[in-house]
């Protein structure tokens, strides 16, 4: 007798995005400023920046975790400078024609994020944005007309400005009360309209880019921040998650890790101890005290490299404990290798730097494509935390060409998520509990790392470059409909 499985009869087909990588109106409806906001276009050589005025004067930064502004220094819009974000792919504007596509590809289900600006504008103040719910309420309403669950991340890369300048990039535990407020709100409100609910976005990102360009930074009071950050957010995320079962026990919490597989390069001891090192700061770290309720045993080596001393409370390790997540969901677009050898040849690109994998090959923003490693993630995940996982982003970014007869034909695209599937299917047939699969960028939108509309994901294309220019219509790429066939028949139909 076969013991073969197939994707649960209720899998969460569907596609993921973000709020300031997608809707633009990022000064309509009452919305205030976030940190995205006042961050330009970069490209694959050139870091996106953070533009600000000191001292009457004009000035910018690059936007890497933790840097912030100099002291200071207000953030600001600058005339000449062109912000990717403000209009995005307007969807803002657009979103029923777009929910209205989703729908006939056949999505069961649509990540998207708030921005927490357009709920409270400051991130201060006592009472929300009515504008702003209602925005969400309307899009909540359209998802649900067409049988659409909706997968809701509270906070993606979406800090309001206001309080990330007043508390210094989560250095104040207040910014803990502000967050359980924003997502207290978002829970009553949304109460029979959303069900998936997710506290923050690949929350391990403080720790991994501090090691993603190559070059380990090894300024102890950088290492102090991003720890010091991670504690305010885990507190903050099981409070909410606390909160939303006591709103609603029907809510499903979950928390979202950039998921990147490393691998040591050589079988020297040294190389697979700083593998196993690497894991451990970079996902285990985050996932441990998110799924797990308390700070691993191995935290205390990780701060004691860096001289890290943190602010936590016995209240805060109860609340820990008490704000467990009920899913394990992650973002998987490659893997890495790890060596404590001199090596020739090396990656460079777009969040991704180091030794290359002679194994794999990559994409031209110099990421890995490695289906097999997705299996592996899921596999050590599911017997790590026993819960329930979903994928909640994968895909390629690569350069699409609209053609003379608006379509576009993007087999490569086609040929990486079909892997990727037959990787979930593997993993499902070896015992793990995956529930969903979102794939990044279900429409182009506004790349996170470079703020270019050229690295595209989409299953449709947007007519918009890297300046700013183009119509903002909407045109169906041939993954479109292989994907719709793919959740016709539940994964089967790959072909």
Same mark, same amino acid.
């Given at each position: 007798?076969?013991? !073969?499985?197939?994707?649960?009869?209720?899998?969460?087909?569907?596609?993921?995005?973000?709020?300031?990588?997608?809707?633009?109106?990022?000064?309509?409806? *009452?919305?205030?400023?976030?940190?995205?906001?006042?961050?330009?276009?970069g490209?694959?050589?050139?870091?996106? /920046?953070?533009?600000?005025?000191?001292?009457?004067?004009? @000035?910018?930064?690059?936007a890497?975790p933790?840097?912030?502004?100099?002291?200071?220094?207000?953030?600001?819009?600058?005339?000449?400078?062109?912000?990717?974000?403000?209009?995005?792919?307007?969807?803002?504007?657009?979103?029923?024609?777009?929910?209205?596509?989703?729908a006939?590809?056949?999505?069961?289900?649509?990540?998207?994020?708030?921005?927490?600006?357009?709920?409270?504008?400051? *991130?201060?103040?006592?009472?929300?944005?009515?504008?702003?719910?209602?925005?969400?309420?309307?899009?909540?309403?359209?998802?649900?007309?067409?049988?659409?669950?909706?997968? =809701?991340?509270?906070?993606?890369?979406?800090?309001?400005?206001?309080?990330?300048?007043?508390?210094?990039?989560?250095?104040?535990?207040?910014?803990?009360?502000?967050?359980?407020?924003?997502?207290?709100?978002?829970?009553? %409100?949304?109460?029979?309209?959303?069900?998936?609910?997710?506290?923050?976005?690949?929350?391990?990102?403080?720790?991994?880019?501090?090691?993603?360009?190559?070059?380990k930074?090894?300024?102890?009071?950088?290492?102090?921040?991003?720890?010091?950050?991670?504690?305010?957010?885990?507190?903050?995320?099981?409070?909410?998650?606390?909160?939303?079962?006591?709103i609603?026990?029907?809510?499903?919490? @979950?928390? /979202?890790?950039? $998921?990147?597989?490393?691998?040591?390069?050589?079988?020297?001891?040294?190389?697979?101890?700083?593998?196993?090192?690497?894991?451990?700061?970079?996902?285990?770290?985050c *996932?441990? =005290?998110?799924?797990?309720?308390?700070?691993?045993?191995?935290? +205390?080596? &990780?701060?004691?490299?860096?001289?890290?001393? &943190?602010?936590?409370?016995?209240?805060?390790?109860?609340?820990?404990?008490?704000? !467990?997540?009920?899913?394990?969901?992650?973002?998987?677009?490659?893997?890495?290798?790890?060596?404590?050898h %001199?090596?020739?040849?090396? #990656?460079?690109?777009?969040?991704?730097?180091?030794? !290359?994998?002679?194994?794999?090959?990559?994409?031209e923003?110099?990421?890995?494509?490695?289906?097999? $490693?997705?299996?592996?993630?899921? %596999?050590?995940?599911?017997?790590?935390?026993?819960?329930?996982?979903?994928? #909640?982003?994968?895909?390629?970014?690569?350069?699409?060409?609209?053609?003379?007869?608006?379509? =576009?034909?993007?087999?490569?695209?086609?040929?990486y998520?079909k892997?990727?599937?037959?990787?979930?299917?593997?993993?499902?047939?070896? @015992?793990?509990?995956l529930?969903?699969?979102?794939?990044?960028?279900?429409?182009?939108?506004?790349?996170?790392?470079?703020?270019?509309?050229? +690295?595209?994901? @989409?299953?449709?294309?947007?007519?918009?470059?890297?300046?700013?220019?183009?119509?903002? +219509?909407?045109?169906?790429?041939?993954?479109?409909?292989?994907?719709?066939?793919?959740?016709?028949?539940?994964?089967?139909?790959? *072909?």
């Amino acid at each position: 007798m076969s013991t !073969k499985t197939s994707f649960p009869k209720d899998f969460l087909w569907g596609g993921a995005t973000a709020a300031n990588q997608l809707e633009g109106g990022y000064d309509e409806g *009452g919305k205030g400023l976030s940190v995205t906001d006042i961050t330009t276009a970069g490209s694959l050589n050139k870091p996106r /920046m953070l533009t600000y005025m000191l001292n009457g004067k004009a @000035g910018e930064t690059p936007a890497m975790p933790g840097a912030g502004l100099p002291k200071g220094a207000k953030g600001a819009i600058l005339p000449d400078e062109y912000y990717p974000n403000h209009v995005a792919i307007d969807f803002y504007h657009h979103y029923k024609e777009d929910i209205k596509l989703f729908a006939e590809m056949g999505f069961k289900t649509f990540r998207m994020s708030i921005a927490w600006t357009r709920i409270f504008p400051k *991130g201060d103040e006592k009472e929300p944005n009515q504008a702003g719910l209602d925005f969400y309420r309307k899009v909540f309403e359209e998802l649900k007309k067409y049988n659409i669950e909706p997968l =809701v991340t509270i906070s993606h890369y979406e800090d309001p400005l206001y309080l990330s300048e007043k508390y210094n990039d989560w250095q104040d535990r207040a910014m803990i009360d502000e967050y359980v407020k924003y997502a207290k709100v978002l829970f009553k %409100e949304y109460k029979g309209l959303v069900k998936y609910w997710l506290t923050f976005n690949e929350i391990n990102c403080s720790l991994l880019m501090l090691n993603m360009f190559g070059q380990k930074i090894n300024d102890d009071a950088v290492y102090q921040h991003a720890y010091q950050k991670l504690h305010y957010q885990f507190v903050a995320s099981a409070r909410a998650v606390k909160a939303a079962h006591e709103i609603d026990s029907d809510y499903v919490v @979950g928390n /979202m890790i950039c $998921g990147i597989v490393n691998y040591p390069l050589t079988p020297d001891p040294k190389d697979i101890l700083a593998n196993r090192y690497a894991w451990e700061q970079n996902i285990f770290y985050c *996932g441990d =005290v998110q799924a797990l309720g308390e700070y691993p045993s191995y935290s +205390k080596r &990780l701060w004691n490299e860096h001289n890290v001393h &943190l602010d936590i409370t016995d209240q805060d390790l109860a609340d820990l404990k008490a704000g !467990k997540v009920d899913m394990y969901t992650f973002s998987y677009y490659m893997s890495n290798v790890i060596t404590t050898h %001199e090596t020739k040849d090396k #990656v460079g690109g777009n969040f991704a730097a180091g030794a !290359k994998n002679p194994y794999l090959k990559y994409s031209e923003w110099g990421w890995a494509t490695d289906p097999m $490693g997705l299996e592996y993630y899921l %596999e050590v995940m599911n017997d790590r935390y026993h819960l329930p996982q979903m994928v #909640v982003e994968n895909g390629l970014g690569a350069v699409d060409k609209l053609t003379a007869d608006n379509e =576009v034909h993007d087999d490569y695209r086609i040929d990486y998520l079909k892997q990727h599937i037959q990787a979930m299917k593997a993993a499902i047939d070896n @015992g793990v509990d995956l529930i969903g699969y979102t794939t990044w960028g279900c429409i182009d939108l506004v790349s996170a790392g470079t703020g270019q509309m050229s +690295k595209r994901y @989409g299953f449709i294309y947007v007519d918009r470059d890297d300046e700013g220019n183009g119509s903002l +219509k909407r045109y169906k790429k041939d993954s479109f409909y292989w994907y719709k066939k793919v959740i016709a028949s539940n994964g089967e139909d790959l *072909g």
